[in-house]
């Protein structure tokens, strides 16, 4: 069974910063790639950031220059660190893990719950 847990949303004021992390647990022999994506009221989930098992990244127009996504191999964890955060990046943010296992060897997509942030003006 594999988990994945996402943390540190919240309200902050716009210019604001915010570090969400998500970690997986359970089954994992390893993780190629690792995903942010959100959804705001009234909108389609659209994807903010991805890494690769390798560190190679890619950012949504949106959030270039603010967001950075990184990863922590040896915990199972991706972060995204979020700076001068607008009142338009108000959403669910959700991560997203194609996670390899014994049962999945090509690998199998893993959603967390959800966390909200919510930019204030």
């Known amino acids: 069974q594999v988990q994945l847990v996402e943390s540190g949303g919240g309200l902050v004021q716009a210019g604001g910063s915010l570090r969400l992390s998500c970690a997986g647990s359970g089954s994992i022999l390893s993780i190629p790639a690792m995903v942010w994506y959100r959804q705001a009221p009234g909108k389609q989930r659209e994807l903010v950031a991805t890494?690769?098992?390798?560190?190679?990244?890619n950012y949504a127009d949106s959030v270039k220059g603010r967001f950075t996504i990184s990863r922590d191999n040896a915990k199972n964890t991706v972060y995204l660190q979020m700076n001068s955060l607008k009142p338009e990046d108000t959403a669910v943010y959700y991560c997203?893990?194609?996670?390899?296992?014994?049962?999945?060897?090509?690998?199998?997509?893993?959603w967390g719950r959800g966390t909200l942030v919510t930019v204030s003006s």
């Open positions: 997203n893990m194609r996670i390899r296992n014994v049962l999945n060897l090509n690998g199998r997509d893993y």
């Open positions: 890494v690769t098992s390798g560190g190679s990244t």
